[in-house]
């Protein structure tokens, strides 16, 4: 069955660094775009960055773009999420999914209705 496995978040102050894994089961993740998604409280899921199967080319949201890097590692079924100079907008859990490409939509499509357990990041002095 499809599974995805979130770690590596954790208490960071602002201007902090974390770096976020997923690591991914039941599928194959190589053949996927990937993305990575986050939820605050009282919010709605969104997502985050994206990273498609073949030439690894990625795609961040404005809020993210020059602070977050998304990357793969095919061999280990694992995705990244290196996230620098860190701010309190980022408190959220993060989640992973497959990517589906839409061509109405900017990013792509959660691949699957499942979700896995997400890390939970909170950036605050």
């Known amino acids: 069955q499809v599974q995805f496995v979130e770690s590596g978040g954790g208490l960071a102050q602002p201007g902090e660094s974390l770096k976020l894994s997923c690591v991914t089961s039941?599928?194959?993740?190589?053949?996927?775009?990937m993305n990575w998604y986050r939820q605050a409280r009282g919010k709605e899921r969104e997502i985050v960055a994206s990273i498609n199967s073949t030439v690894h080319s990625t795609k961040y949201v404005d809020s993210v773009k020059g602070r977050f890097t998304i990357s793969r590692d095919n061999s280990r079924y694992t995705l990244y999420l290196q996230m620098n100079s860190l701010k309190s907008d980022d408190t959220a859990v993060y989640y992973c999914?497959?990517?589906?490409?839409?061509?109405?939509?900017?990013?792509?499509?959660?691949?699957?209705?499942?979700w896995g357990q997400g890390t939970q990041v909170t950036v605050s002095a």
């Open positions: 999914n497959g990517g589906v490409p839409h061509p109405d939509m900017e990013f792509p499509l959660a691949a699957f209705p499942y």
């Open positions: 039941g599928f194959s993740s190589r053949a996927y775009a």
